[in-house]
């Protein structure tokens, strides 16, 4: 549903293109790791993944589920909610390497918050937290970076004006853009792995950044 959902709002958002490394060999049980710019980027990655017929499994942060409707929908599709800084933290690994046994794709954010810049344009992820790496080592599973940029145009700054950018979207239609990268196996040690995962996702937003001609994406 929230799939479906993102598929159709997205659209009159931006202009959304996808490019990917994914081929169509991919087995189940991949954790897809992404980078975390705005608001609005979940909805335009959820939409660019239903493009190449995937609905993942997402990680999200506990809040979520207090929203009305919106916290009915996560509960209902079986997504699975992040407590950070609580005794229930890793409850979120044990219930994703579920989704991953049971042949799911499971979608995390690699840095796990937005970052706190209030201008709209591209910058590099930051760095990440350990919690992709170690989800992909408890579950055996590959890891699929996926890059996306153009997002922080829809929504990104204060309150204020990202109400604004919402509104005015569906006017502006800022360009969006996702790649996918060829799935890799992480590392054993935890820290290289981070690193591992870090790389890859950069090199994906780096891509989709040089897509939209963002002068971040050309720097590195």
Same mark, same amino acid.
């Given at each position: 549903?929230?799939?479906?959902?993102?598929?159709?709002?997205?659209?009159?958002?931006?202009?959304?293109?996808?490019?990917?490394?994914?081929?169509?060999?991919?087995?189940?049980?991949?954790?897809?790791?992404?980078?975390?710019?705005?608001?609005?980027?979940?909805?335009?990655?959820?939409?660019?993944?239903?493009?190449?017929?995937?609905?993942?499994?997402?990680?999200?942060?506990?809040?979520?589920?207090?929203?009305?409707?919106?916290?009915?929908?996560?509960?209902?599709?079986?997504?699975?909610?992040? +407590?950070?800084?609580?005794?229930?933290?890793?409850?979120?690994?044990?219930?994703?390497?579920?989704?991953?046994?049971?042949?799911?794709?499971?979608?995390?954010?690699?840095?796990?918050?937005?970052?706190?810049?209030?201008?709209?344009?591209?910058?590099?992820?930051?760095?990440?937290?350990?919690?992709?790496?170690?989800?992909?080592?408890?579950?055996?599973?590959?890891?699929?970076?996926?890059?996306?940029? @153009?997002?922080?145009?829809?929504?990104?700054?204060?309150?204020?004006?990202?109400?604004? @950018?919402?509104?005015?979207?569906?006017?502006?239609?800022?360009?969006?853009?996702?790649?996918? @990268?060829?799935?890799?196996?992480?590392?054993?040690?935890?820290?290289?792995?981070?690193?591992?995962? +870090?790389?890859?996702?950069?090199?994906?937003?780096?891509?989709?950044?040089?897509?939209?001609?963002?002068?971040?994406?050309?720097?590195?």
């Amino acid at each position: 549903m929230l799939s479906r959902i993102a598929a159709t709002a997205v659209p009159a958002l931006g202009r959304l293109t996808v490019t990917s490394d994914y081929r169509a060999t991919r087995g189940p049980g991949t954790v897809i790791v992404a980078n975390h710019t705005s608001l609005t980027d979940p909805g335009v990655v959820l939409a660019a993944l239903r493009r190449v017929d995937i609905e993942p499994v997402v990680l999200a942060a506990a809040g979520l589920w207090r929203v009305p409707v919106l916290g009915a929908l996560l509960a209902r599709e079986g997504h699975v909610p992040v +407590h950070r800084r609580t005794v229930r933290a890793a409850d979120a690994l044990e219930a994703a390497a579920g989704a991953l046994a049971a042949g799911r794709h499971v979608l995390v954010y690699g840095e796990g918050r937005l970052p706190r810049r209030r201008d709209a344009a591209e910058a590099a992820p930051e760095a990440f937290r350990s919690g992709p790496a170690r989800l992909a080592a408890a579950a055996g599973a590959q890891i699929v970076p996926l890059g996306q940029a @153009g997002a922080r145009r829809i929504t990104s700054g204060s309150g204020l004006k990202q109400i604004a @950018g919402l509104v005015t979207a569906p006017v502006r239609r800022p360009r969006l853009h996702v790649h996918l @990268g060829a799935p890799l196996r992480l590392p054993d040690d935890v820290t290289a792995a981070t690193a591992t995962a +870090h790389r890859a996702v950069t090199a994906a937003w780096r891509t989709a950044a040089r897509r939209l001609g963002e002068p971040a994406g050309f720097r590195g």
